[in-house]
């Protein structure tokens, strides 16, 4: 074994000076970092899991991000009236009457009346299909969309409702939209923690990775560093080893969250025609991460090929400072 480290050791210094070593030596050699083995091929499993959880991650993160932002959005642009039925009433004529003094404050765009079929199209969730909309009592909806520059003054048009029309109520959406932002904000919150927590456990996985790895030839590695190897050119080893490990994982799982990405773009595009996909759709949009998510994707694989090169080489560095401490006449 001291034999196969000091020619080790020839190896790296004749990579440095050029010098052709003799064939004897080239056959003894000991690489510094153990080949592949059934450790390293589940540490890149490993990596490859954790970076498709993260992506997952990311991708969950950014689209309630933009749904949030969405949210946002839509509420500074639209309002409701709606309007109950009651027994006497002439709902049609009430809708006519609500649009038209909604229609009458500055800052409205415009005032349109949800039909019949289109009411019945939102209730399909849950009610099915073939049910006859006239025969329920089911409120009737006036959309008023808005200058968002310039709003109207909700307290009036409200109470003018009220005046007019008993059973109207309008409805500005602020309320329970800013407690859906809230909990978006919250759920972001969660996301990028799990993901700090998700990278943690990446890097403690490299740490024993590498010592097991340096176990393994921890001998070499010791007379080598004895007999003259510097800390870095060790480090570097094991850095090249560990930073291909981690791509190959990395890029495995980057790809694999990017094929889930799709296919539930895919299937929200194919199933866009049914009342489920349209409430999935007003709350979640299109399934879709857009380029920045992808890009956000690439980040993390990047980002997991150079923690686990880092760590790596860290690690390396930490273990051969020790090796001083403990040897003071060999430094």
Not at 16 to 32: D, F
Not at 53 to 63: I, M, Q, R
Not at 74 to 102: F, N, S, V, W
Not at 285 to 309: D, E, K, M, R, S
Request: aromatic letters at 6%; charged letters at 20%.
């Amino acid at each position: 074994m001291i034999d196969a480290a000091r020619d080790g050791a020839l190896r790296l210094k004749a990579g440095v000076s050029g010098l052709r070593l003799p064939s004897r030596t080239r056959r003894k050699t000991t690489p510094i970092v153990p080949p592949d083995n059934v450790a390293g091929r589940a540490m890149v499993l490993v990596i490859a899991i954790m970076t498709f959880l993260s992506c997952l991650t990311l991708g969950a993160v950014t689209l309630v991000r933009d749904t949030a932002t969405t949210w946002q959005t839509q509420i500074a642009r639209e309002a409701t009236i709606q309007i109950k039925p009651a027994d006497g009433l002439d709902m049609e004529a009430a809708l006519a009457e609500a649009r038209g003094i909604a229609s009458g404050y500055a800052g409205v765009r415009e005032a349109r009346i949800i039909g019949t079929e289109a009411t019945a199209r939102l209730l399909e969730p849950w009610l099915g299909t073939g049910f006859d909309i006239e025969e329920l009592p089911v409120p009737r909806l006036v959309i008023v969309t808005l200058d968002t520059s310039a709003p109207p003054d909700f307290a009036a048009m409200r109470a003018e409702l009220g005046e007019k029309i008993p059973n109207a109520s309008l409805d500005d959406h602020r309320t329970w939209v800013d407690r859906l932002v809230a909990m978006a904000r919250t759920t972001v919150t969660i996301g990028i923690a799990a993901l700090a927590l998700m990278l943690s456990a990446t890097a403690l996985t490299v740490i024993f990775a590498t010592r097991g790895a340096m176990s393994g030839n921890g001998h070499v590695i010791e007379v080598l560093h004895f007999i003259g190897a510097e800390a870095r050119f060790i480090a570097a080893e094991f850095r090249r080893h560990f930073l291909l490990a981690g791509m190959k994982g990395a890029a495995a799982g980057g790809l694999s969250a990017i094929a889930v990405f799709i296919a539930f773009a895919w299937w929200s595009s194919v199933n866009l025609a049914t009342p489920e996909a349209d409430q999935a759709t007003a709350l979640f949009g299109n399934f879709a991460i857009g380029t920045a998510g992808y890009v956000g994707v690439g980040i993390i694989v990047l980002v997991i090929a150079a923690l686990t090169a880092t760590t790596s080489h860290i690690t390396v560095v930490s273990f051969l400072s020790d090796i001083d401490t403990r040897h003071p006449d060999h430094s």
